[in-house]
DNA sequence: TGCCAGGCCGGGT
DNA sequence: ACCCGGCATGGC
């Protein structure tokens, strides 16, 4: 499935360049939201100068929310942002470098533990900021899956997780691109609006039934 | 114009 | 253990 993806849309490149800080706020910012609109919030983060744990962790609430307004639940994203950078100094000094090097099952505990990192932000933040083999499951991996009649309507986040991990090479650029071609395939031939897989989707021989 | 976007939380069954 | 409303901007 991923070479017939690959082959149709090409690499696709995410969290390319940037800190892993930045992709860590990305993740957060980028939840239920569109990306164009993550870029512009990361972009104003960066002109103000805020891109950093301390940046963060030392800008009033009012003034982060203001910032990343383009994100969208700007309020609730804020405090996220916040709590995270909180967390990381109360635990790690504020130095990511210190947290990555904990085991990958526990870090990733630990950051469900963290108020606003949820299973698929925790996976992400593992897998594209921490390059850790953590794959990253969303609501087009759960559509293509079901479209495709390739799992059961009531599959969990976790069991598509396993699903993945324990079927694929343990390689961190493949986890990258897989999610990545998931969501390019999702957006373009597993549209919400649309009941069934469409027509030109590479996916089609995979389908059951 | 309405729908959707690379979710998550908290309160209610 | 699920289910659902709330959060909110910007693009098509």
Not at 129 to 142: H, I, N, R
Not at 148 to 171: C, G, I, R, W
Request: charged letters at 25%; a positive charge; glycine letters at 8%.
């Amino acid at each position: 499935m991923y070479q017939a993806l690959r082959d149709r849309f090409g690499h696709q490149g995410w969290w390319p360049g940037g800190s892993r800080f930045e992709t860590i706020v990305g993740a957060i910012l980028t939840q239920n939201t569109n990306w164009s609109n993550v870029e512009k919030a990361i972009g104003a983060l960066q002109r103000a100068d805020k891109l950093s744990p301390k940046g963060i962790r030392d800008t009033p609430l009012p003034t982060l929310a203001d910032l990343i307004r383009s994100s969208g639940t700007f309020n609730v994203k804020a405090k996220r942002l916040k709590r995270f950078t909180d967390w990381l100094f109360e635990n790690y000094d504020g130095d990511l470098g210190r947290m990555f090097a904990r085991p990958v099952g526990e870090l990733r505990k630990e950051l469900l533990a963290v108020r606003g990192i949820g299973p698929e932000t925790a996976d992400a933040i593992l897998l594209y900021a921490g390059e850790k083999p953590a794959f990253v499951v969303d609501a087009y991996t759960y559509r293509v899956l079901t479209r495709h009649a390739l799992v059961p309507e009531e599959t969990s986040y976790d069991e598509m997780k396993s699903l993945f991990e324990e079927n694929l090479p343990q390689e961190i650029p493949l986890y990258n691109d897989f999610h990545a071609q998931l969501v390019r395939v999702g957006k373009e031939f597993c549209r919400k609006s649309a009941p069934r897989c469409e027509a030109g989707c590479p996916l089609q021989p995979y389908l059951r039934r």
